[in-house]
């Protein structure tokens, strides 16, 4: 057995990911390269990918293929963002080398923990004119966000480009253990874990799976999808989901913060 599996989502075919020890998560409408996973079979929502992005494929690996008996680490990464071993120089990561810094075994380090997040990025310094053109609604309403840095929260960063407002109509669905919880949390920080990739042991995700799929299946009630439509809002699911997991692993687990690398691949 692997002490750790790892699932990459992604709707291109990933070459350089041959002969390593990574599974490839298959959500693209063309046909799946051979041995790709695919997940429009079984238990899944892959009719919902437009909106869903690769929670798609982590739905389906969750209902399909989640053994909650095994005691190995599982995660998940995307076609664009790995993890890697340590922390390197990114801007050397290419291609070409990408096999010798992705991450394909347990380190030490995690003998401690039991739950892996990325390591974060901020969102506050937000440039004026950018403040002016997506932030005006919050800055009539607080006005220290224009001169405060420590006032551009995930709140108002999830506001300024996914919808104003609608976190927090999101709020609404969530459970009464998380509900305020999360709002105290994206109105104070600053940064988050991205990416909606994480890795722990099965029974870990098997509960942040249910925790997370309850509450988006709720918000559907509320935003549907005729009306998402472009970046800010098309894929509003996935970056629900995103702000949440950097807040649930911290609440429910004991996470260590993880190096990853963005590789373009052209879409």
Same mark, same amino acid.
């Given at each position: 057995?692997?002490?750790? %599996? $790892?699932?990459?989502?992604?709707?291109?075919?990933?070459?350089?990911?041959?002969?390593?020890?990574?599974?490839?998560? =298959?959500?693209?409408?063309?046909?799946?390269?051979?041995?790709? &996973?695919?997940?429009?079979?079984?238990?899944?929502?892959?009719?919902?990918?437009?909106?869903? /992005?690769?929670?798609? @494929?982590?739905? =389906?690996?969750?209902?399909?293929?989640?053994?909650?008996?095994?005691?190995? +680490?599982?995660?998940?990464?995307?076609?664009?963002?790995? +993890?890697?071993?340590?922390?390197?120089?990114?801007? %050397?990561?290419?291609? /070409?080398?990408?096999?010798?810094? $992705?991450?394909?075994?347990?380190?030490?380090?995690?003998?401690?923990?039991?739950?892996?997040?990325?390591?974060?990025? #901020?969102?506050?310094?937000?440039?004026?004119?950018? &403040? !002016?053109?997506?932030? *005006?609604?919050? !800055? &009539?309403?607080?006005?220290? $966000?224009?001169?405060?840095?420590?006032?551009?929260?995930?709140?108002?960063?999830?506001?300024?480009?996914?919808?104003?407002?609608? !976190?927090?109509?999101?709020? %609404?669905?969530?459970?009464?253990?998380?509900?305020?919880?999360? *709002?105290?949390?994206?109105?104070?920080?600053?940064?988050?874990?991205?990416?909606?990739?994480?890795? /722990?042991?099965?029974?870990?995700?098997?509960?942040? *799976?249910?925790?997370? @799929?309850? =509450?988006?299946?709720?918000?559907?009630?509320?935003?549907?999808?005729?009306?998402?439509?472009?970046?800010?809002?098309?894929? &509003?699911?996935?970056?629900?989901?995103?702000?949440?997991?950097? @807040?649930?692993?911290?609440?429910?687990?004991?996470?260590? #913060? +993880?190096?990853?690398?963005?590789?373009? !691949?052209?879409?």
């Amino acid at each position: 057995m692997k002490d750790l %599996e $790892i699932y990459c989502v992604s709707n291109k075919t990933l070459d350089f990911l041959g002969n390593t020890n990574y599974e490839i998560g =298959w959500v693209g409408k063309e046909k799946a390269p051979k041995n790709y &996973l695919t997940c429009d079979n079984g238990d899944n929502i892959f009719y919902k990918e437009k909106y869903y /992005s690769e929670l798609t @494929f982590q739905y =389906w690996f969750w209902k399909n293929k989640l053994d909650l008996e095994k005691k190995n +680490w599982i995660g998940f990464c995307q076609k664009r963002r790995f +993890w890697l071993k340590k922390e390197k120089n990114i801007s %050397e990561i290419n291609h /070409s080398n990408i096999k010798d810094h $992705i991450l394909r075994d347990v380190p030490e380090e995690w003998s401690n923990y039991d739950a892996i997040i990325c390591n974060p990025i #901020n969102v506050n310094n937000v440039k004026k004119m950018k &403040l !002016i053109k997506r932030g *005006f609604k919050s !800055i &009539l309403k607080n006005p220290r $966000i224009f001169f405060d840095a420590n006032k551009q929260s995930l709140l108002l960063h999830f506001d300024m480009h996914h919808g104003h407002g609608n !976190i927090e109509k999101a709020l %609404e669905h969530l459970n009464k253990n998380d509900r305020d919880d999360f *709002f105290k949390y994206l109105n104070n920080s600053t940064f988050y874990n991205p990416h909606i990739m994480f890795i /722990s042991k099965p029974e870990i995700a098997n509960r942040w *799976f249910e925790d997370l @799929f309850s =509450w988006l299946f709720k918000c559907e009630e509320t935003f549907g999808f005729d009306n998402l439509k472009g970046y800010d809002t098309q894929r &509003l699911y996935a970056y629900l989901a995103e702000r949440y997991l950097s @807040f649930w692993f911290k609440k429910y687990t004991k996470s260590l #913060n +993880w190096p990853w690398a963005f590789l373009n !691949i052209k879409s």
